[in-house]
C-alpha cells in the first residue's frame, strides 16, 4: 500500500499535446514539464508534489506517440494516473518510463484534492471513504518496471554483473 496521495483532475481525453506541448519539444524534459497541462490546469506544474496523483476521464494520453507526455508526468514526481482507459502508445511509454497507471473504471468517484492510497498488487485504489476501487490488474513485467524506475533501469538492474 502506497500513499496518502493527493488527487489531481482532469476531465477525458487529454491528448499528449496537453502533456507535452509541441512548443517546448525542443527543450529537454526538465524544460517541456513546467508547462505540463498548462492549457487544461496553468497551476498544475508548479502546485504538484511528488507523491500526487492525477485522476482523469477516458482515453488519457491520446494522440502523438511523444515519449516526453509520460515523461513530463515522471520528472513532476506523479506517483501514478488512475483513468478508464489510455490511449496505447502513452499506456507503454507511461511503463518504460516507470510511471504507475492504474485502469479504473469508477476514476470518477475521485475528486479534486482528495486523498487516496494505492494497492499496486491488488491493484486497487483506497478512496477516501475507505471504498476500495477495483482496477484492472497490472502485469508482474510492467509492476517491476515502475519499482526499478522505468524498463532502462530494470534492464541495468538485470544485467549488472553479480557482486
Known amino acids: 500500500m502506497t500513499g496518502p496521495h493527493r488527487v489531481w483532475q482532469v476531465g477525458a481525453d487529454v491528448d499528449t499535446d496537453a502533456l507535452a506541448p509541441g512548443a517546448y519539444m525542443k527543450l529537454g524534459i526538465e524544460g517541456i514539464a513546467p508547462h505540463c497541462l ?3 490546469r496553468p497551476d498544475f506544474a508548479r502546485a504538484v508534489r511528488p507523491g500526487d496523483v492525477l485522476v482523469a476521464g477516458p482515453n488519457f494520453g491520446i ?5 516526453q507526455a509520460a515523461g513530463a508526468l515522471v520528472h513532476l514526481g506523479l506517483a501514478a494516473v488512475i483513468a478508464p482507459s489510455y490511449g496505447g502508445l502513452f499506456f507503454r511509454n507511461a511503463f518504460n ?3 504507475l497507471l492504474l485502469t479504473c473504471s469508477e476514476a470518477q468517484a475521485l475528486h479534486e484534492g482528495d486523498t487516496v492510497a494505492i ?5 486497487a485504489v483506497v478512496a477516501p471513504d475507505g471504498r476500495l476501487l ?3 490488474p497490472v ?11 522505468g524498463l532502462f533501469r530494470l534492464l541495468q ?3 549488472a554483473p553479480n557482486p
Do not use: K, N, T, Y
Open 38 to 40: 498548462e492549457a487544461l
Open 63 to 67: 494522440g502523438s506517440s511523444r515519449e
Open 97 to 99: 518510463l516507470g510511471l
Open 119 to 123: 494497492d499496486p498488487a491488488g491493484p
Open 134 to 136: 477495483a482496477c484492472d
Open 139 to 149: 502485469p508482474d513485467f510492467l509492476l517491476a518496471m515502475v519499482r526499478a524506475g
Open 157 to 159: 538492474q538485470r544485467l
